[in-house]
């Protein structure tokens, strides 16, 4: 599986909003999660949101939800964008984003777990 790749991190003042994006590959054989996460410096890895790229059933953890959303274009090829739309941005916020993918069934949830293969991250910075 190919490593994906965010892209949209940068620099935002407190209230302000920016769009990750994440490029994968499809896994050939299965549906698949893709999983939004992020560390902060001196933190543990946190996982913030999810979608079944299937089913495109939504998950997201507590510290984001009604904040952020997360969504996948429509595009019917062997790569999907996944998008990770962040509003309301926090200085708690800052730190290294990365997307991860897994294969997954058709039936099965996402959650914070069982990600295979990662991104290299980009940086988000929210100035207070």
């Known amino acids: 599986q190919v490593q994906p790749v965010e892209s949209g991190g940068g620099s935002a003042p407190a209230g302000g909003s920016l769009r990750l994006s994440c490029t994968a590959s499809?896994?050939?054989?299965?549906?698949?999660?893709l999983g939004w996460f992020r560390q902060a410096p001196a933190k543990e890895r946190e996982w913030v949101a999810a979608?079944?790229?299937?089913?495109?059933?939504?998950?997201?953890?507590d510290s984001v939800k009604g904040r952020f959303t997360t969504s996948r274009d429509n595009a019917e090829t062997t790569v999907y964008v996944a998008y990770l739309q962040m509003n309301d941005l926090r200085p708690e916020d800052t730190a290294m984003y990365y997307c991860?993918?897994?294969?997954?069934?058709?039936?099965?949830?996402?959650?914070?777990?069982?990600?295979?293969?990662w991104g290299q991250g980009t940086q988000v910075t929210v100035s207070s």
């Open positions: 991860a993918t897994m294969s997954q069934s058709l039936w099965e949830n996402c959650g914070s777990t069982g990600y295979s293969t």
């Open positions: 979608i079944h790229m299937g089913r495109r059933q939504l998950y997201y953890a």
């Open positions: 499809k896994y050939p054989d299965s549906d698949s999660c």
